[in-house]
């Protein structure tokens, strides 16, 4: 079954210490995402990308990098500027305008990773 | 800007119970309206959407009429189940492309047994 794999579910990290966070997918989907959900909100965007080797910052995109070498895989650091890193992450995909414009704002999305920082 | 507001959770009820989960939306023009589901431990997944006015998604019993005049998308369901036991949120957007999706803050929904 196609879907979105996040890994690791669960991390812990030290203040001042970048950590990366992965996200795969096999569902074709050209665009992908970087969503962070604290408890009592909703879901904040932090980066996003349409295209291989292209991604745009969201709302709260200071703190954060991403990169997108290949179309499956979208990798976001947790850097050490980031001033308030523990959260839930989800990882999310969807198909591009270019894919087909029925479903192209439709997101699906990982199980998520939790980061605590110590 | 556009907005999205959920009625504030935790919301209790007995299995066999009505629900009713309130949605209301600040945009301009017509957008897409949608509910997503979130389990315990997992990511959200789409329960149902709508994508203009009078228009009624449905999913797994749950239900929500897209209506203008009020600016609201109502989740219903006439009987839950324990298994509804989740986080919802309300979402919207109005344009074609995902990356402009706004949220609700969830509402937590658990049933008794």
């Known amino acids: 079954d196609g879907g979105i794999t996040q890994s690791p579910k669960y991390l812990f990290r030290k203040e001042g210490q970048n950590v990366t966070l992965s996200c795969e997918q096999n569902l074709n989907h050209d665009a992908m995402y970087w969503y962070r959900q604290d408890p009592g909100q909703g879901l904040r965007l932090i980066y996003y990308?349409?295209?291989?080797?292209?991604?745009q910052k969201g709302d709260i995109a200071e703190g954060y990098s991403v990169s997108r070498e290949k179309k499956e895989s979208f990798p976001l650091t947790v850097t050490s500027a980031q001033k308030n890193p523990t959260a839930f992450y989800l990882c999310a995909s969807s198909l591009s305008l270019g894919q087909g414009d029925r479903g192209a704002n439709v997101l699906t999305f990982g199980a998520g990773s939790r980061l605590t920082v110590l | 800007g556009d907005s999205v507001t959920q009625m504030e959770g935790p919301v209790t009820l007995s299995e066999e119970a009505f629900l009713t989960i309130n949605c209301t939306y600040t945009a301009t023009g017509y957008p897409s309206l949608f509910w997503y589901v979130q389990y315990p431990g997992e990511g959200l997944q789409l329960l149902l959407k709508?994508?203009?006015?009078?228009d009624k998604g449905s999913n797994k019993g749950f239900e929500a009429t897209y209506r203008k005049e009020t600016t609201s998308f109502h989740l219903e369901k006439g009987s839950v189940q324990v298994s509804d036991s989740a986080v919802y949120f309300c979402a919207l957007t109005r344009y074609s492309s995902a990356s402009k999706i706004i949220f609700g803050s969830g509402t937590r929904l658990s049933i008794r047994p």
């Open positions: 709508a994508t203009k006015a009078d």
């Open positions: 990308s349409q295209i291989v080797n292209d991604f």
